[in-house]
Structure formats: C-alpha cells, structure tokens
C-alpha cells in the first residue's frame, strides 16, 4: 500500500510541475512560441506596448512603435545638420544640434537570423520610440555653457573614421570655445574630447559630463541570471543595477565610489561613458515617460584666463563580445570584461566557453563545437563513471544481506540504519557514488546555459537543417505539424524535435541503468524522460544538443562498463527474468 501510495505521490507532483512549467515559461520566456512581431504597419492590429513583455534580445515590439520608429528615424536622419560616421564596428551620424550620438548601429549584429535583415540599431534620436543617445557637455556657473539646442560648428565635409577625427566648436560670445573633438577605433569605442578654451579677462567654473539617455521599450528582459538595466564600475568593483522598476519606485539612485564607467546594458548590448584621468560621480535617474539616463559628472574646474581645460570621455556603445571588453579592459577601462554577467561562477564558466570559441575556430560550426565539448567532457568524466558503476555493482552484489538486515530489524529503524551503514564500511560501498557523475554534469550544464544565453558570439548561430540559431528555442513543433497548422502550441506542448530526441535518448539510457530497488523509484525514473522532454522543450537549442550528444555518449560508455563490469549485467538480467515470472505467476493467480 505504501508503495502504490509513493507511485501515486510522483505521478502527482510531476503533473503538476509539468502544468505549472508553462507558467514559469512565459514568465522567463514570454516570447519563446511567438513568431516574429510584423514589420509593416498593415500587417497586424496595433497592441498596447504596456501589455508586451520585453524578450531576451529587447527592441520595439508593438507593431505600431515598430513603423512610427522608421518612419521617425526617416524624418530625423535626413533633415539638420550631422556629421556621418563610418567605421568597421559601427556606422551612424552625429547630431550637430547639440552634439548628439544620436544614430547608431552596429555593423557586425544583424537584428534577425534573415540575412537581409539589416544591422543592430543600437542609438535612435530623442523623440523615436526607441530613444538611445549620448551627449557630452559642460554645467557652468555664471557662463553660457551649450545645451542639447546649441548648433555646433563642423569643418566642412567632416567624416568621423578611425583615421579622421572630428572637433565640433561653439563659442558662447564672451570669450569661452567649446570643442568637442570625437574619434572612433575599429570596434564600439568612441572618444570625446571635451575642451574649454577661455579668452576672456576673468576665470570661469565648468563641470564637464557626460550621459547615456534611453527608454526601457527596448530593453531586454531581466532575469535573476539575465540581470539588464543600470549598470557600472565604481572604485573598480562592477553591480549591475538598478533595474528601470527601482528608478521609477525609489528615484535617482547614486552609488558611492569614483566612477569607472557607467551606463545601461541589456543581454546582448550596452552602452556605457567611461571618464578618464580625472574623478567623477555617477548617477542613475527616471526622467519620466519610460526614459532614463546615467551620468557621469566630473569635479568643477577653474579656468584662468588664457587656459584651456580637456577632460576626456570614452563611449561604449555596442555588443558584449568577450574578446572587445577584455582587450578595452587590458587598454586600461577598469574590469571591462565584467559587463558581461557571467555571476559568481564564471571561473567555470568563462573556460567553457573558451574552449567552446576554440572549438568554433577549428569546426566552423557551434553546433559541431557544442557535440565536441559534451565528449570532452564525457572523456574527462569516464574514470568517474567507472568508479561509480563498479560502486553500483557492489551495492546490487550486497542486496541480500540488506533485505536480510531490514527484515531482521523491521522494528527498529535507529539500529537499521546503523548496521546498513556498518554493511556500508565493510564491504567499502559507497551508496552516492553512483549519483557523481549526475552532479558534475550540473556545473556543465549550468556554465553551457550561461554562455548560449549570455554570449554575443552564440547569437544567431546556425547548427544544421532547422537550427538557424543555437541560442534560440527549437523552432519546430511537432503539435501543429512543424508549423503546417495554422495555431501556436502552449509553451508545455511545445516539443520540437529536439526535445523529442531529449526524451527518447535520456529513455534508452534509464533502460540501460540497473532496476531500482524501491518500485516507487523506478517508477519516477521511467517518467524522467518524458518529463524532462517538456520541462526543456522551450530552452535553447544548444542545451539540447548537448544533452541529446551527453545522454548517447552516456549509453555507449554504459555498454562498455556492462562490458567490464559482466556481474552486473548478470544481475540485472537476472532479476528482469524473477520479475518477469513474478508477474506471470500473478495473473496466474
């Protein structure tokens, strides 16, 4: 009775985990089923944007935002003033009213898996939906300092490159020049040399800064492993924080310390200013209307007649990929490669995925790449294994004088315990060794799920056939035929095929294992497979290849340890024939 009672109890609770998990889907994967959102204003009802959630990419997603944010940057990109920038990592203009970083993107990203998709836009003018920019200025006391309305001057033809810098002037008419002089490198840095040159007959008090303004309708999701909003580096220590919900509920926040860099990231993107040779504090603010900013302000300076003030400012403003932040780091912006989230384990974390790019490098493939790390790793893990399948021969070899020792002690559970575990040290078994290399596949698999949610270079990675993108969900689903029916499954239903491999792989592989003792145990083993199959039909793909390769790595060195280990095999198929005709004996009966 108790037993039926044990078997009823895990059929329950994995009912409702299964049921429930379609919530927690939509709450850390609120788009993983839904198709992409239409581009053309006429091609789907207008929604509130309130009622989107953001995903983990972030960008516009109600349809009506989407259209009125290319027919606004139409309109806003080709009227004033701006100077073009061309670089081999980003491409935009610079708004000469007011010296705006107003218009972005980002060369090397695309928005969609769809080659002629278009690149990343990662800064839209003020007044866009999709508002991201950045301005350098100065705050004076008792002097006309420029403002965002201030017209620049450029020198004719300007182009900003990484050979040709640009100085913008401004001169306020009672004697101070303003000159911002920009420069670009090769990847996302751009560098704003902010200068006072002061003519007049008495001195002047400046406080040059620097801010990031953007709205949250683009940010990415967060998550308690995909952490987006404010984010910085102050006294050389990184927090990400605070989220846009905070700045709303608890107003300007101000964290303590010298300011490193400071901005807003999102999963993939950031952008960040990054004060350089002098001290600055910073600060994090909602503006109202889903816009906020972070600030960077230096200390006032004194300028004598006759003398010039430079303050140097650096932007980041583009993708989080591993090898650009640390090479900034190394060039002095203090722990650069941290902007990346890795968390507390990236000691593990951060090899995965180097080896991970080096596989990349010699296959070409991330796919092929992800299915030669799970045979490292399976290679590295094998003498482990081994231990704990010779470890399971001797517990099924020592069965009997533990079924002896519970029916002799049925009554007294303390002294059963303790003679099991004198059994235990007598015969040198160790009952958990089995379970070891179950557990350091976790750390495996929880540092592989960083990487393919957190790493750029996993974005929009092909594998083979249907797998355009490995750090996305299986896009086929077997409920409504790969998509030939014309509705989207719930999130529990969503089984692709590579879920469905999942399931049969980790099936075959518990055939495999030997029977447990308890039928309530080998009951819940029998359901896993399955189980499993939904619970990570909506991850992404990666994961799955690397579990779909690690459960049929597993089944060839099972089949190899029942080789070495032929006692085991023996029992197993031994008490597969006594159950067998305890079964028959009872519908004999």
């Not at 700045?247 to 952008?271: C, E, R």
């Not at 080789?563 to 006594?578: F, G, I, N, R, T």
Request: glycine fraction near 8%; hydrophobic fraction near 45%.
């Amino acid at each position: 009775m108790e037993k039926q009672r044990n078997i009823i109890l895990a059929v329950v609770l994995t009912a409702l985990v299964l049921f429930g998990w379609e919530a927690g889907v939509r709450y850390f994967y609120p788009n993983a089923n839904k198709p992409p959102v239409q581009t053309e204003q006429q091609a789907a009802p207008p929604a509130p944007a309130s009622g989107i959630k953001p995903t983990r990419e972030g960008g516009l997603l109600d349809p009506t935002d989407v259209a009125l944010e290319r027919q606004d940057l139409k309109s806003a990109l080709t009227t004033g003033g701006r100077v073009p920038i061309q670089a081999p990592g980003v491409s935009g203009s610079i708004n000469l009213n007011g010296a705006l970083l107003d218009d972005l993107v980002l060369n090397r990203h695309r928005e969609t898996v769809q080659k002629d998709s278009g690149p990343v836009r990662m800064f839209s003018p003020s007044g866009t939906p999709a508002q991201h920019y950045a301005q350098f200025g100065w705050l004076g006391q008792g002097v006309p300092a420029p403002s965002a309305s201030t017209v620049w001057t450029a020198p004719a033809g300007a182009k900003l490159t990484p050979t040709t810098p640009v100085t913008l002037t401004w001169d306020n008419g009672q004697g101070q020049v303003f000159a911002l002089t920009f420069k670009v490198d090769d990847n996302y840095m751009i560098t704003a040399d902010q200068q006072v040159m002061n003519k007049g007959a008495s001195a002047v008090t400046v406080q040059p800064f620097a801010f990031v303004n953007r709205t949250n309708r683009t940010a990415a999701q967060y998550a308690w492993t995909l952490r987006t909003g404010g984010i910085g580096a102050f006294d050389g220590s990184v927090e990400f924080g605070p989220k846009y919900d905070d700045l709303l509920k608890a107003g300007p926040q101000s964290p303590t310390g010298n300011v490193d860099w400071i901005g807003f990231t999102d999963v993939y993107w950031m952008s960040a200013v990054i004060p350089v040779g002098a001290k600055a504090t910073g600060s994090f603010r909602s503006l109202g209307n889903q816009i906020f900013r972070a600030d960077a302000v230096f200390e006032q300076s004194v300028i004598q007649p006759g003398q010039t003030l430079t303050r140097e400012t650096k932007l980041f403003a583009g993708a989080k990929e591993h090898a650009v932040l640390n090479a900034y780091e190394q060039q002095g912006v203090t722990n650069f490669g941290l902007a990346i989230d890795w968390g507390w384990f990236r000691w593990f974390e951060k090899p995965i995925f180097w080896l991970l790019v080096k596989l990349f490098a010699i296959t070409g493939n991330f796919g092929v790449a992800i299915i030669l790390l799970t045979a490292i790793v399976r290679g590295i893990m094998f003498p482990v294994a081994q231990r704990g399948f010779a470890s399971m021969a001797a517990m099924r070899a020592i069965q009997p004088k533990m079924k002896a020792l519970q029916e002799r002690y049925k009554d007294d559970k303390e002294k059963q315990q303790l003679e099991i575990m004198k059994l235990y040290k007598e015969e040198k078994v160790n009952p958990l060794a089995g379970c070891l290399p179950m557990f350091l596949q976790v750390p495996v698999f929880f540092a592989l799920y960083k990487v393919l949610n957190l790493a750029i270079e996993m974005r929009h990675q092909p594998f083979v056939l249907w797998i355009k993108d490995l750090s996305a969900p299986d896009p086929l689903h077997i409920v409504n035929l790969f998509g030939l029916l014309p509705f989207t499954p719930p999130a529990f239903l969503g089984i692709g095929i590579l879920a469905l491999l999942l399931g049969v792989t980790m099936y075959l592989q518990f055939k495999l294992n030997p029977q447990q003792m308890d039928p309530a145990q080998q009951q819940v083993f029998a359901l896993m497979p399955w189980f499993m199959m939904f619970i990570m039909a909506p991850f992404a793909s990666g994961l799955l290849v690397y579990w779909i390769t690690s459960n049929l790595l597993a089944i060839g060195q099972q089949k190899l340890l029942y080789v070495m280990h032929p006692q085991l095999k023996a029992q197993q198929e031994k008490e597969a024939q006594d159950k067998a005709r305890a079964l028959e004996r009872e519908k004999k009966a």
